[in-house]
């Protein structure tokens, strides 16, 4: 039986990853753009929550710092959301 952990950060942390492999899905199977929307928007997503979760309740979303991760991974979302955006179409 495949049990939750228990630790919210931990819980936004699984939800990431699941995003993650989604988008990854998404481009392995041609829909680059919207693969990248989705990634980026789930390291935005999880840059947020690690901003709102309290520190009792961190488990894996803790990297480093909490100003660390909320930059790096609101910086990645946000690079990819971009990159998503600019490159021209064929």
Do not use: C, K
Not at 3 to 22: I, K, T, W
């Amino acid at each position: 039986m495949i049990s939750l952990p228990r630790s919210r950060g931990s819980q936004f942390y699984l939800l990431q990853l699941l995003v993650v492999a989604a988008g990854l899905v998404l481009v392995l199977f041609g829909s680059w753009r919207l693969g990248l929307h989705v990634i980026g928007a789930a390291f935005v997503g999880g840059a947020v929550a690690r901003a709102v979760v309290p520190v009792e309740h961190e488990g894996m979303l803790r990297v480093r710092g909490r100003t660390f991760d909320i930059f790096w991974m609101a910086t990645l979302g946000v690079a990819l959301i971009a990159l998503a955006i600019v490159v021209p179409p064929n």
